[in-house]
């Protein structure tokens, strides 16, 4: 369906707000640079052009009052184009107030649709602004003598006229455009007949033109997206194994070639040629087969390069200019500053930083509470920014930017700081600490106490700040997307708040867990640390399991009860911990065994499911399994409720974990003989053995359950052993695994490929007995019991 299809499905009221919401984002734009450049003809020009598009808008679709008003508006524009009118504080005011009300044009709520009587009084607003200073204009009319009150009916009258207003139009009727009040200007300049615009035009045209598409649109292609990519991965293993077919094909010719060669003298001539033609059409089927190979190396590579950049481009598409978020932004600083009595100069920079959609949705209050944090608490009056050699504009920036690896918000001025003193006094009258305590808070310390809820540094709440409940917001913003805010302050020169944050939420840097046999992530900016926690150093305090961790004791709790995971068979003399939570509420959580870290791509789970106990999303790894993303604040609530009711599970203890606990050891042989054998060798001196009849038996296997050691010979069906080594070393999870070769093999050059291939040790069978298998082992991986 066409984007033209799906805007005829939109009613024209909505259509009208859209562009209602672009149009008078460029008017205030255009009006904040007129109140610093009053002659800016080319925001002169943006300004009329919006009015003008908004009023034929709203001529469309029959709003007359958003009509009146973008006239009045256009005709103001028009006036100070041509020099009659000077656009003062005032004007800005005034044209503002009018932004406002076309925003609420339309509006189906009758509280606050827009009437008749608010289009007289911006009409009056605006012509009021003209008052002062067109008395003259007023005198030359013949409107001096007389009363004050006549004076000021006189010069309003005036000014509407000037505006192309009178009370006809006030009360209801149309309002004169331009060309009423301006014939010489409005009339346009003959413009040639439009030319049909080449492929190319429309193209450059276009390439800006914005599209409206659904959130969850989006969501499902980054999705498909990565799916894509998984699938694309999948064709690399489908190609070695078709290389394994050519080796397989290729040892057959050879061999009948040696057959050929042996039986050349022996065989009369009719079955030589019949063996001939055997070797020629195992030849053509080997070139056959090398071309097809090579092709589907090819497509191999293109299909994965173009996943890839379909993969990069739908992930680009969450991403937004920065810019989008911060056009309110302006207006808003001017307000307050003039209802302060302050004068500031607003930047922002970094519009067109990227960053990712949801992150942006979120930070519209955030940083609202920063820009008026500044302006009422750090920015100084006129007056005391002279008095302290400053000059009398302050400055307030707001700065967005890219910077190793994360996304950097910045809100800064330079006003008079935080003074560190009056801070401490208000830690202690908001009685968040003592004095001792206070007076022994380093600076860094201090600053965090703006952040909390409940805290403010004025004695009296105002309509702008008082009730200690905006930093907090950004506090707690930024830790609901795994960032973090610092304060950079320089008492009497400002402060500048720094916002952390990921560049985007689609994807996650995790630490992958094995819990009862299936994968799980916790994100790493949730996780404090990871270690091997020696079961000894378990200790039961209360009823519950603690553990050392930073000079205090920490709960210890399973993964398999809170994931609602079967308990592992087996225990090792160690335990894996994960540990979560902040200084006020950390918890270290037992998982079977650390799989990695691993850059997953967040797949919002289906909205049918409801919320997932624990679980936040999902996500597929690169061989297409699938991964669970924990929840790691629903995880501390449920935790907590397990503590409260006394239900946690224990960790097994070190008693007798030596006599359970054996190190596994994979045999992959297609002999009988030799795998019973080194079998029975291993399992006595006390390890732990699986045994696979191939390599790719042995593949299997390895994905099934985890090894200490695979044990492997070399000529083996389906998958040789040089094939398993090489696929071991180039997986992610097992490449640290040490594999060692057992083969009859015991030239240097099959020693070299072994090696090569990334085996830890080869044994050749020609020099085999027991010890030399049973040292190479305990070279490896140590005793069974270890």
Known sequence: MSTEDDLSHVPLLELFREDAATQTRVLSDGLLALEHAPADATALEACMRAAHSLKGAARIIGLQNGVDIAHLMEECFVCAQRGELTLSASHIDALLHGIDLIARVGETNPAEAVTRADVDAFAMRLASSHAAPRVSSSAAAGTTTGSSKDDEEATMRAALALLGADAAALGGGSPRTASDAFPDAAKPAVEPEPQPASARERMTRDAGRMLRVRADNLDRLLSLAGESLVESRSLKPFAESMLRVKRTQREAARALDAFYEALAEHLDPQVLASLGDVRALLSNAQQLLAARID???????????????????????????????????????????????????????????????????????????????????????????????????????????????????????????VDLERLRAAVVRRQFTDEDTAARLSEQELLEFLLLPGFSMREHVTDVSGRGVGLDAVREMVTAVRGAVRIYNEPGHGVRFVLQLPLTLSVIRSLLVDVGGEAYAFPLAHVRRTLELPRDDIDMLEGQQHFPFEGRPVGLVTAHQLLGADAAEETRASVSVVVIGDEHETYGVAV??????????VQPLDARLGKVKDIAAGALMENGDVVLIVDIDDLLRSVDKLVRGGQLDRVRRAEGVAARQRKRVLVVEDSLTVRELERKLL??????????????????????ASFDLVVTDIDMPRMDGIELVTLIKRDALLK?????????????????????????????KGSFHDEALLDAVRDLIGEAHG
């Open 295 to 417: 092709e589907l190396d090819r497509f191999d590579r293109r299909s994965a390069n173009l996943a890839q950049q379909l993969y990069d481009e739908a992930l680009q598409c969450r991403m937004r200019p920065f810019g989008d978020a911060t056009h309110a932004y302006p207006r808003l600083v001017r307000d307050l500053a003039r209802s302060l009595g302050k004068r500031v100069r607003f930047s922002i920079v970094g519009s067109a930083t990227q960053v990712d959609r949801d992150i942006l949705d979120m930070l519209d209050a955030p940083l609202g509470h920063l820009l008026r944090n500044a302006l009422d608490h750090g920015v100084e009056t006129p007056e005391e920014r002279v008095a302290k050699g400053k000059p009398a504009e302050a400055t307030l920036t707001l700065d967005a930017r890219h910077s190793a690896g994360k996304l950097l918000i910045s809100v800064g001025d330079d006003g008079a700081g």
């Open 592 to 601: 079977d065994r650390f799989l990695g870290e691993r850059m997953l791509v």
């Open 683 to 704: 399992e006595k001196r006390g390890y732990a053995v699986t045994v696979a009849v191939d390599g790719m038996d042995g593949w299997n296997a390895l994905h099934g």
């Open 736 to 764: 640290t695994m040490p594999v060692l070769i057992v083969s009859y093999k015991d030239r240097d050059e099959d020693r070299r490929r072994g090696l090569e291939a990334g085996a830890d040790y080869y044994l050749a």
